[in-house]
């Protein structure tokens, strides 16, 4: 029987669809074999152009619209409404049957270009399971997950389920909570409606409100008939009195309609709607401004003014209905249109329980006046920028406004959201269970009363709080109080409240505490396109400039020392930005603290910056004490550091003053975003994590410095982008010099191309990996290794099942590993001794998961082993590394397969290794569920460096 790319892509997202797709096709391929006839007879005639290409190799075909033939040969080409997985997988399986390293897609007008081999270890390892003959599945459909959605077999399976009374007829229940129910027996909705007894690992109050769901579900079903229970009235308190100008919105993809109105987005905004807009399902307003860079002004103004029934409703009523839509609703509703209806619906509920509105804080003539001046302020920088063509440059201008609004609307939405919506926001965490010790009354210098609560934790949703951080804690209707993490773990979050008044109620759910203020980074950035703006179409002399427009730095001296090649260029910089990329192992810290001493030598005043104050103090730690140097403390001043600690800006201004001489100051970007500090730039700034550091903070700290070296590693831990903003703008300083490539492209900056840390054994497949092969070892890396086990990377594969942040199973692995390490002889260089524990590093992606290895390592008396999770861990490296992958599939990971199979984390995980290398990883991990061309491409990753590995020898 043949198959095709389409066949692939079932296999990807859905093994059972995989098995209904393939079961009872006819296995005739006479046409593909006289079309694939044809396109051999094309290719042999050697046309510039070949249409509607097929290749069939007797059991896999596909076909290319167009073959277009280059020097290189002929390479495949699609015009595509968009880039799918099928369009993607089709043309990688064509460059494979041409042989041609690129494809190329047409998307809107525009051409894409990808390589083959980003994409060929997945389409072979699909071919190959292709070619084994389905397994024949249990029951004839499949469980709900993310592929149901549009695909062919929808109503097959949800006929099936149906049937099966499967749990998954239960409105908004999760994946997890149907897998926690299965675990104890309760598999259909009746018995989960007629259940008492709650699995421990599910919370008291997703219990209730799945149970309470069920019934209402199995009531409707008896009786027919649609019924609602009112749940949270409180909630209603956010529904707003009912108005004349009351917008009723519907989006549907990108149209937007209203009652008698049909449009666009920007036609929507345009209309200027003065009223409430209700809207039932989520529009991503300030998603679709911040993606074009229109209209966010305006937008961030009717934002305030949406109200999300949906939202509501989930919050306070409970519907009888399997799906909380619409459509589902209608019985509920009396008027026509349904979004009118539900609004009515709710206001009815809401008198009929006497909830009074909220008193919405109306922001006051002056609050107004100064946000419509702040509007004009951004269109007055930002237009001229762009009918100049300087759109990435006006998009830095609205960066940081981007970046923390989703914050700060997350800040408000989170405190009166639906319970089971902050269950599955990352940022969140809704315990299982919380208890609360008394309270201790204030005392001394202590003026609040304080407790501590012990929240539990589901660890299969790993909370995101770690210790000292300020968070809220949710309690029932909608009130927030503060409270720092006294004490964190996977199972458990300990929380010191802190009130005016004592009170006996217990949270419901932990929040984070409020987004830290952009301010001064986004006034800086507005100031220099001011000076831009005045100066248009010049732009002022900047090293800000200079890297947004990615203008090189001059010729490049070159020097068999690169140390010594990068202070002759640093030297020769006149107001302009130089790039240093640095992987793992090649001296980017030993450079940095060259290149200071020689800045100081020379009188020259320098300023170091980072992604953190920790950060920042690591650099100033590794340059010599006696350079004069300053940073000002994150929190009270420490004693015994080698720097002065001014308490604030003045102080540090001042300080400068008092060291004419060369100097060093450390900073975060807010420090050098500073009016006072940027008065007297500095001759050279520093960024040290360039690869970390956000460009338009790079261009805010760049108004305080003459020159820019960036240095850092845009391969190794990303960085964090919360908003949306417009495209090249959310990328870090370094990222946005390298673009697409892997390495610093040669007239922008040096690449640290020898690690002196990495056996060339571990460092060729990292250099694959991450640095197009660019990344050699140093001679004195290549005399290392283990006695009896071959440097390099292995592959150690564990069967695991139903493991998602945790597996006790690769623990184990992981603990046999490190004893068949330990005790050999460790060679480097000539110099020998053995090796202990201590000589392992274990990196595991998720808190739960370092814990139980752990545990299972100090029983095995391995104490001295460091284990953590990759972010502990940039800058150490060891002998050996052992990575556990953790999860048994990619279904349900909490995180995300872009987390668990990111090549950056890749990366930093593999080269601590300086001889040895182990991952441990279940069979399974890279099978079925992969959504999207990006997910494909992390798989594809992942797939090719296995390709590379070694068996590890058990
Ligand atoms: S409906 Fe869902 S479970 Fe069924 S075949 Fe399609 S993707 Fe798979």
Known sequence: MHAGPSDLVDLLECEHRSYLARAGRDGDSRELREAAARTAADLRAGADLIENATFFDGVFHCTAQTLVRTPSGYEPCDEVPEATPLAVLS??????????????????????????????????????????????????????????????????????????????????????????????????????????????????????ALTAQARLQVQQERTGVTTYEVVAPEALQHLPEPAEDDVFLEVEGDTFRTPGWEGTFPEFVDRTPTGTVYHFTPHDLVARAARTATRESEVDELVRRCVDLGALTRRALRVSTREYTLQALKPLLRDENPTRGVRDLLQRIKREHGVETAVKEERDEAALEKAAERARRMAALTEPLMAEGHTLFAATVGYHR??????????????????????????????????????????????????????????????????????????????????????????????????????????????????????????????LAEQAVHLLPLLPRNPGIDLLLRTPPGQLPQHPDVVQAVIKAVDQLDGGTLAVQGPPGAGKTYLATKLVRHLIDQGKTVAVTSTSHKAVENVLSSVDPDIPMAKRPKGKPEEDLPWDQPKDNGALARWREEHPQGHLVGGTAWTFANAVIKAQPFDVMIIDEAGQFALADAVAVATAARNLVLLGDPQQLPQVVQGVHPPGSDASALGHLLGDADVIPEHLGYFLAETRRMHPAVCKPVSELSYAGLLHSHETACHRGIEGIEPGIYLREVDHRHNITSSTEEADAVVDTVRRIVGRTWTDNGRTRELTDADVLVVAPYNLQVRVIRRRLADAGFDETRVGTVDRFQGQEAPAVIMSMTSSSTVDLPRGLDFLLSRNRLNVALSRAQALAVMICSPRLLDADVRGVEQMRLVAGMLGLLEQVKKFPV
């Open 91 to 208: 043309l990688t399986a064509a460059a494979q049957a041409l042989g041609s390293e690129r494809a190329h897609l047409i998307v809107d007008g525009r051409r894409t270009s990808f390589r083959a081999a980003d994409f060929t270890p997945l389409l072979n390892r699909l071919k190959a399971r292709l070619a084994q003959p389905p397994p024949a599945p249990k029951r004839s459909w499949g469980d709900v997950r993310a592929a149901c959605n549009g695909c062919r077999f929808a109503r097959h399976c949800a006929a099936g389920r149906e049937e099966a009374r499967d749990l998954s007829l239960v409105a908004g229940l999760r994946a997890d909570q149907r897998r926690k129910l299965v675990s104890v027996g309760i598999d259909t909705i009746d018995a989960l409606a007629a259940t008492e007894e709650r699995p421990a690992t599910l919370s008291h109050a997703s219990f209730a």
């Open 402 to 527: 981007r970046e923390s609004s989703p914050a700060w609307g997350d800040f408000f939405r989170q405190a009166s959201a639906p319970i089971s919506d902050l269950e599955t926001d990352s940022n969140c965490a809704v315990p299982i269970t919380l208890k609360a010790e008394d309270w201790v009354p204030p005392s001394g210098r202590v003026r609040t009363h304080k407790r501590q609560v012990h929240a539990r934790i589901d660890p299969e949703r790993p909370h995101p709080f770690g210790k000292d951080e300020q968070v809220r804690l949710l309690y029932p209707g909608n009130v927030t109080r503060n409270a720092v993490v006294a004490d964190d773990n996977p199972y458990e979050l300990v929380l010191t409240e802190s009130t005016s008044q004592e009170h006996g109620e217990l949270p419901v759910a932990v929040l984070p505490g409020s987004p830290v203020p952009a301010a001064p980074k986004d006034e800086a950035v507005a100031e």
